[in-house]
Structure formats: structure tokens, C-alpha cells
């Protein structure tokens, strides 16, 4: 009687791992148990719903900012934005420095030297033909940072411009 009970056991434990591998008593409730009877085919949640509550893992964590310019700026070189300005002439001043006149979408003419304050960076250098700024920018972590722009002359009269004196 002592073998019979051995292999009661073995058969025991076989059917207990079917169940679980076949899914444990989930696989067993009443609401398994129940047949589809819906012609139409299920429909897969989206994946936010699946997801309850967890974040998607191929969502970026850092979402990146677009800079916003204010609407009211400050009046002068100070309320100019690197992205607006467009380089219309570079001239050399009396004392051997460089003088860019530029403009934005506004027709008004400015006059920038070295080391000038724009509204988002510096100008770091001007040459014969473009202007260096020296742009500050906020990156995806929060952190601001400075890249060089480089702003070419626009030649409109379809000439190089000479270099000097």
C-alpha cells in the first residue's frame, strides 16, 4: 500500500505543474471558464491603458524645451535674438576695430562690437565677413551651455568684400 500511496503522489505533483504551467488557478475561475460568444474579434487596448501606470519605455525621460523668446523684449542691442539677426554690413572703425550693422524682422538697424550683450549670448569676434556669437542655450537636462553661431555676410550686390584699408 506504501507504493500505491508513492505513485498517488508522483501523479499528484505531475497534474499540480500542468496547472501552474498551464496558466494556475486563474486558468480554473469562472470567468475562464466562460466562452466568448462576441462575433467581433477582440480589440487590443491601447497601450496606455496596458500599461497602468508605468511609463512607456521608449518615451524620451528628458523631453526637450523649446527656448521661448518673451514677447516684450528689451529695447535696444539687448532684445536682439541670435536666431533673428541678419548680418547686412561690416565696416572698420577708426580705431582698427570691427563694426557689424545688422538687423531683424523689425527693418531696425543696430550696430554690434566685441563683447556686445545680446538677449541670448555675446558677440565673441567680428571679421571682414561674419559675425561670431557666442549663443547661450539651455539643454535637455536643464543646464545652460554656450555654442559658437557663426552669421555670414548676405551679399547683395554680388561682390566680395574687401579686405581692411
Given at each position: 500500500m506504501r507504493e500505491a500511496d508513492m505513485q498517488t503522489r508522483e501523479w499528484l505533483k505531475v497534474v499540480i505543474a500542468l496547472l501552474m504551467l498551464w496558466g494556475g488557478p486563474q486558468a480554473w475561475s469562472q470567468e475562464a471558464a466562460t466562452p466568448q460568444t462576441s462575433t467581433q474579434p477582440q480589440q487590443a487596448q491601447p497601450p496606455a491603458a496596458r500599461s497602468a501606470g508605468r511609463r512607456d519605455p521608449f518615451r524620451a525621460i528628458v523631453v526637450k524645451r523649446v527656448e521661448e523668446i518673451p514677447a516684450?523684449?528689451?529695447?535696444?542691442?539687448?532684445?536682439?535674438?541670435?536666431?533673428?539677426?541678419?548680418?547686412?554690413?561690416?565696416?572698420?572703425?577708426?580705431?582698427?576695430?570691427?563694426?557689424?550693422?545688422?538687423?531683424?524682422?523689425?527693418?531696425?538697424?543696430?550696430?554690434?562690437?566685441?563683447?556686445?550683450?545680446?538677449?541670448?549670448?555675446?558677440?565673441?569676434?567680428?571679421?571682414?565677413?561674419?559675425?561670431?556669437f557666442q549663443e547661450r542655450v539651455r539643454d535637455a537636462s536643464g543646464r545652460t551651455q554656450t555654442r559658437e553661431v557663426v552669421k555670414r555676410l548676405e551679399e547683395r550686390t554680388g561682390r566680395r568684400p574687401t579686405g581692411g584699408r
Open positions: 516684450r523684449l528689451p529695447p535696444g542691442k539687448a532684445g536682439l535674438v541670435i536666431g533673428q539677426i541678419q548680418v547686412q554690413g561690416i565696416v572698420h572703425g577708426i580705431d582698427g576695430e570691427w563694426i557689424a550693422m545688422v538687423d531683424t524682422n523689425t527693418n531696425r538697424a543696430y550696430f554690434l562690437r566685441e563683447k556686445d550683450e545680446v538677449w541670448n549670448g555675446t558677440v565673441s569676434r567680428i571679421t571682414e565677413d561674419s559675425v561670431v
